[in-house]
């Protein structure tokens, strides 16, 4: 089974930045659209920011102006740039693909998450 494995989260003060990555372990075919989301404690998951195949992007009204979502096709990477970091950014952030299945389903894939924490 693929997994995805994400890397780069940390502690940063308000203001600061960090760089998330995600590797999927094997080959994933079908991608249609990959994404990062974000589960603070006591909330539930919510989308972050979102690529689709097309390469057209799409963010949450929270982050947009501070966020980029980029990919790598090369390096099979998937990137999340944050600028100007909040306390409220503060969160597990995860990973995620979205594959067409052959019967036209979908299917998704996840990360294990990984912290951000921003002290004010």
């Known amino acids: 089974q693929v997994q995805l494995v994400e890397s780069g989260g940390g502690l940063v003060q308000a203001g600061g930045s960090l760089k998330l990555s995600c590797v999927p372990s094997?080959?994933?075919?079908?991608?249609?659209?990959m994404g990062w989301y974000r589960q603070a404690p006591g909330k539930q998951r919510e989308v972050v920011a979102v690529i689709n195949s097309g390469g057209s992007t799409a963010y949450a009204d929270s982050v947009k102006g501070r966020f980029t979502i980029s990919r790598d096709n090369a390096k099979n990477t998937l990137y999340l740039q944050m600028n100007s970091l909040k306390p409220e950014d503060t969160a597990v952030y995860y990973c995620?693909?979205?594959?067409?299945?052959?019967?036209?389903?979908?299917?998704?894939?996840w990360g294990q998450g990984t912290q951000v924490t921003v002290s004010s």
């Open positions: 094997g080959r994933i075919f079908n991608s249609i659209a």
């Open positions: 995620n693909t979205k594959t067409l299945t052959p019967t036209g389903g979908r299917s998704d894939y």
